[in-house]
Each structure stands twice: as C-alpha cells, then as structure tokens.
C-alpha cells in the first residue's frame, strides 16, 4: 500500500450517523438518568443495569470529542481502499468506534468491581454519614493531581493529534481497525480517566456532573487551546475537591445523600 497521507474532513454519512447517534444516546441517557440521581456513594444497581446504562452514557458523553477521531479514521480508510485495499469503510469506521468504546466499557466494569469490593469489605466506611464527604472530595483531588502528571500530558496530546495517531499506527482491514479504536480508547482512558472518576464521587446518576464532565473533555480534546486548560483544571478539581470534603452542603449541583431528594427516591 502507498504511504497513507493526511486527508480532507469530508465525510458528510460518517458525521450525520455519528450526530444521530450522539443525539439519540443523550435523549436516551436523560431518561434513564431523570430523577435518578442519588449523590455520591449510593449503590450503582444490578451489574446488567448498570452496563447497559454505562454503555449508553459513555456513548454520550464520549463521541462528541470523539467525532474528529471517527471522521479522520473514515477518510484514511476510504483512501486505503482507493489504493486496493478491499473492504467495506462504513463497517470499519463503525469497527473503530466499537473498539473504543469496548475500552471505556472494561473501564466502567472494573469501577463497578472496585465500588462492590468497597461495599463487601467495608460498608459503613463508605458511607454518606461517615466518610463519605472525605472519600468523595480526596477522589476529585486526586483527578486534580493528575492533571498535572506526565502520563496526562502526553495521552492529551494523542488525543488532539488524529493525523499523527492514524499515520504512525495505521493497520488495515476490519480487525485492524478494531485494534485501532481499542489503542485509542485505552490513550483515550490515560487521558481522561480521572475526570471519569470525578463523576463516580461526584454521583455517576447526575445528568448536572456528567453534563459537565463532557464539555470540559470536549474543550480539552477539541478547542484549539484546549492543551492550555489542563493547568486551571487541575486547580478548579483541587479546590473543588476540598470544598466537597470540608463543606458538601454548599456545593452547587452536589445532591447530598442524605438530603430530602434522596429520600424521596429510596422510599
């Protein structure tokens, strides 16, 4: 095959499949998730609900950073194909996203794991009236630490960078293009993975915080300056997470489980 170049973005099916679905998995998500939102700590439900929930969320919140990534891959793989390598672009565009979301899936049922084992061995540490604040706002510090890590820095540039993910790392075929989206996915995850935390202490029910979390990974991974805003993150996170832990009640957004709203949703 001839040395793959940069492509134009012109792939008008691709981006109205992804925009349909994005749109839909959000319509889909508030439904879900309306009323639901419990604060931090409460349990997540039965694993079934929980991964199917998971999958539909991830889709939402994910694919519209995402969208520059999947149109990249379309047009390397449409060229590739003009160059005589067979195969069907729209099942490996769909192939390439699959695996991506595969990762963020696996991710969602080892924090599934982690917060089962914690209740099991632990149930009243992991309270609300215990320690829960404390657990909740050292979470978000810790995501503001990394912040400012060198893993992050450099799985944020991968995220930025399609052309040169795609032109290093370029494999043909379907499988190829599922090993593609799974590598991407997991730099995906180092980028991103401490954000994703935040919405677990946070409440991984609450429309508010992942409504959130999803446009500061979309102004990171997409807005020209996106790179510049890892260092006021991580600041805006520490803060965030000391004022969780000293004083949860006053924070905007936080439902406190146990508030009147939780009360009402567990009787």
Known sequence: MKALVAPQLRSPATFAALTGVI???????????????????????????????????????MLPSEMRFTL?????SRQAQ?????????VQTWLFVSGYLLTWTIYGV???????????????????????SMIAGG???AAGVYQLSSL?????RHCISPLSFFMQRWRSGSLGALRMGIEHGMLCIGCCWGLMLVLFA????????MSLLAVVMFAEKVLPW??????????ALLALGLWVAASPGTVPGLTQPTSPVHEMQHH
Request: proline letters at 4%; aromatic letters at 16%; a negative charge.
């Open 202 to 209: 946070l409440g991984v029910m609450s429309l508010f915080w």
């Open 226 to 235: 996106g790179e510049q805003l890892t260092k006021p993150l991580a600041a």
């Open 82 to 90: 003009e160059e005589g390598n067979k195969g069907d672009n729209g």
């Open 72 to 76: 990249v891959f379309a047009q390397f």
């Open 152 to 156: 992050k820095q450099a799985c944020l």
């Open 23 to 61: 749109f839909f998995t959000w319509i889909i998500t508030a439904r879900l998730m309306g009323g639901m939102d419990a604060g931090p700590g409460t349990p997540l439900g039965g694993f079934s609900w929980f991964l199917v929930t998971w999958i539909i969320m991830m889709t939402a919140m």
């Open 139 to 141: 979470v978000i510090v």
């Open 110 to 132: 080892l924090a599934y794991g982690l917060d089962w084992g914690f209740r099991l061995v632990a149930p009243d540490f992991c309270t609300w009236d215990q320690y829960g």
